[in-house]
Every structure is written in structure tokens, then in C-alpha cells.
């Protein structure tokens, strides 16, 4: 199961895979890095050896923005998953701490273990989410090609605002993010960068929301 897995793996340090369980080298970046081969590799550089020609460097790169747009909304949806894992982690210490199962010092370094991992989580997900390398070679495409659909892109990019929300999630095991709908775009590059422009927003909830659940918790045992 992926929260089972991401359990133990996602995080470092061997008292917490013993108090989470799984597999202690199982790492959480992993998991979001498998989706990710390519994605942030120069298009410019490699279209012609993949067999673009002048021609068909446009319909290469139009194909290509979509694909990238695809595999930054996978990423979203694994975000989400991962969310609710991590929020589980948190919930899961507190209710240890609080049943006297472990003391406060240890909950919080092991609060501090959670707090680490989603900051990676967040800095794996950056490395798509930030990287405009694509974006700009497919726009430089259109440019060169159609300067009414790169006008457009531009524009499609400019106006675009995803729908992502923090929300107070109602049980473990749910996330306490809302991605809204998938990514528009007026072509295949704008909707390549608009897509990654939501990935980046439900990133950003993803730390928000365990840092603010971390924050709020009480430790203490009950008397």
C-alpha cells in the first residue's frame, strides 16, 4: 500500500522507520522522482536526434508540451497521495505521544524527521515545477514558426491561475489538498508551463498543510 510504503521509506532515520514501519530505504523523493526522467531535459538539444526536422520541429514540440503536461498532472495526483501519508505520519506520532507510547522529545524529533522529508518533497517536485527550460524552447519554436499561437501562449500563460486549495481535511487518510481541474492552455506549450504552474501551487499546500498540522499538535498525555 503507498502509505504503508512511504511509511517507513519516506523518511530518514531508524527510529522513525521503527515507529512508522516499512522499509527504511524506501525514500519518499524516489517515489516522485520515477516519474520524472526526462522531463526537465533540453528540448532544443534533443529534437533532432529523436528525428524532428524543420518541418516537423513544431508538431515535435507541440507533442512534446503535452507530454510534459500529462506527467506534471501524474505528479499532482501522486502529491495529493503523499499528503495524506504525511499528514498520517504527523497523526500518527501525536496519538504515540499523547498515549504515552513515546515521550514528547522523542515525538518531536520525530516530528522534526516529517518536518525534513516533506521539505524534499517539496524541493524534488521544484526541480519540474521550476524549471522553465522546456517551456522556453517550445515557446522559441513557435516564435520561429507562428508568432500569433507564440502570442498566444504567452498570453494563455499569463492569464492561467490554478485552482488548487488548502483545505482541513476530514479523516486520516485524506489529503489536505484540492487540486481543482487539471491545467488549460491555448496550445501544447502553454499548457505545458500552465500545468507545472498548478504542480507548483499544490506543492506549496503540501508543505503548508504539514507545517500547519505540526504546528497546532498537543503532545501532551491525558490525564
Not at 505520519?89 to 524527521?113: C, P, S
Not at 492561467?160 to 491555448?186: C, D, E, F, L, N
Request: hydrophobic letters at 40%.
Amino acid at each position: 500500500m503507498f502509505a504503508t510504503n512511504l511509511a517507513g521509506g519516506a523518511i530518514v532515520g531508524g527510529i522513525l522507520a521503527a515507529a512508522l514501519g516499512g522499509d527504511s530505504r524506501t525514500i519518499a523523493a524516489g517515489i516522485l522522482l520515477g516519474g520524472l526522467t526526462g522531463a526537465a531535459a533540453g528540448y532544443a538539444k534533443n529534437a533532432e536526434s529523436r528525428g524532428a526536422t524543420a518541418r516537423s520541429l513544431a508538431s515535435f514540440a507541440d507533442r512534446d508540451a503535452r507530454r510534459d503536461a500529462s506527467k506534471n498532472d501524474e505528479l499532482v495526483n501522486t502529491l495529493v497521495r503523499m499528503n495524506a501519508c504525511r499528514l498520517d505520519q504527523v497523526d500518527r506520532i501525536a496519538a504515540d505521544a499523547r498515549a504515552g507510547k513515546i515521550n514528547q522529545g522523542t515525538a518531536r524529533n520525530l516530528l522534526g524527521e516529517v518536518r525534513s522529508a516533506t521539505r524534499q518533497d517539496n524541493r524534488v517536485v521544484n526541480a519540474v515545477a521550476g524549471n522553465n527550460r522546456n517551456y522556453e524552447a517550445y515557446v522559441g519554436v513557435l516564435s520561429d514558426r507562428d508568432v500569433a499561437a507564440a502570442t498566444a501562449t504567452r498570453r494563455s500563460v499569463s492569464n492561467y491561475t490554478p485552482a488548487v486549495r488548502q483545505v482541513t481535511r476530514t479523516s486520516r487518510g485524506r489529503a489536505a489538498i484540492v487540486p481543482g481541474p487539471r491545467a488549460t492552455g491555448s496550445t501544447g506549450a502553454a499548457l505545458a508551463r500552465n500545468s507545472a504552474t498548478r504542480l507548483d501551487a499544490a506543492n506549496d499546500v503540501h508543505v503548508r498543510s504539514v507545517e500547519a498540522l505540526i504546528g497546532s499538535l498537543d503532545l501532551n498525555t491525558p490525564t
